[in-house]
């Protein structure tokens, strides 16, 4: 398995596709927005929390919803199919993709993300798939970064 190199890029303005509109989209979403992403999300039930943060697509994804207009696609539906679906259109348009139900389907991984005292932080295990070990490190740093403020 490859070791994933951080990046850190501008989403000031952004365009950002999230499909899906359950809890695991919703997290990606409250993230993303915190950074400035012009967010949206389609999907055929999406969850009220969305409302305020993003542009609502009631409906299932389609092919032609992933095209290079947008920065970042996730996908993170609850259909295994449509999932991987976003995943190859978004590669075929060599867009960075987030497939939340098949890590082996991303481009990148989305990481945990912390803030505080002028730092942004992003981790994920080294190899991406040690996810308890990285949800314990990112609250320790969580921690450090909210004691510093």
């Known amino acids: 398995m490859s070791v994933f190199f951080p990046v850190f890029i501008p ?4 365009p950002v596709l999230i499909a899906g509109g359950g809890k695991i989209a919703l997290r990606r979403a409250e993230v993303l927005f915190r950074f400035g992403a012009n967010l949206t999300v389609i999907a055929p039930e999406i969850l009220p929390e969305f409302a305020p943060i993003a542009r609502c697509i009631f409906r299932t994804v389609e092919p032609g ?4 207009d947008y920065r970042l696609v996730i996908a993170a539906t609850s259909d295994r199919a449509a999932n991987r679906m976003v995943g190859e259109r978004a590669k075929a348009l060599s867009l960075p993709v ?3 139900d098949a890590k082996e ?3 990148f991984y989305f ?3 912390m803030e505080g005292g002028g ?3 992003g981790l994920i295990s080294r190899e991406g798939g040690n ?3 990285a949800a314990r490190r990112a609250a320790e740093i969580r ?4 004691k510093d403020c």
Do not use: R
């Open 11 to 14: 989403l000031e303005g952004e």
């Open 65 to 68: 919803d992933i095209t290079s």
């Open 131 to 133: 996810h308890k070990l």
């Open 119 to 121: 730092v942004v932080a």
């Open 98 to 100: 987030s497939v939340a």
């Open 105 to 107: 389907e991303s481009t």
């Open 143 to 146: 921690a450090l970064l909210e």
């Open 111 to 113: 990481p945990a993300v």
